[in-house]
Nanobody, 115 residues
Framework: QMQLVESGGGLVQPGGSLRLSCAAS????????MGWYRQAPGNERELVALKPRTGSSQYADSVKGRFTISRDYVKNTMELQMNSLRPEDTAVYFC?????????WGQGTQVTVSS
């Protein structure tokens, strides 16, 4: 059973940076695509960044130019580098991996941007 575990969340001031990591218990080559989603209180879960096994990464308009998604197939990790953080980036961030007919989610990590 594949598992995804996020880490790296926390409290940061506006304008600061955080790096989230998602560790997969098995080979990341199993996933056709992996991505980061977030959910703020009262809001639906939304896509932040998507990295397919092949092809270009995709980003939500709200994070373009500030966030960068990457996958490390040797370490079996996916990371999200978040720069120039804003209070509206505050949310629980979830790691997601998609296989044919199956979707995997991590437990989430809280990111709070506040002064």
């Amino acid at each position: 059973q594949m598992q995804l575990v996020e880490s790296g969340g926390g409290l940061v001031q506006p304008g600061g940076s955080l790096r989230l990591s998602c560790a997969a218990s098995g080979s990341m080559f199993s996933f056709n695509a992996m991505g980061w989603y977030r959910q703020a209180p009262g809001n639906e879960r939304e896509l932040v960044a998507l990295k397919p096994r092949t092809g270009s990464s995709q980003y939500a308009d709200s994070v373009k130019g500030r966030f960068t998604i990457s996958r490390d197939y040797v370490k079996n990790t996916m990371e999200l580098q978040m720069n120039s953080l804003r209070p509206e980036d505050t949310a629980v961030y979830f790691c997601n991996g998609e296989m044919v007919g199956r979707s995997y989610w991590g437990q989430g990590t809280q990111v709070t941007v506040s002064s």
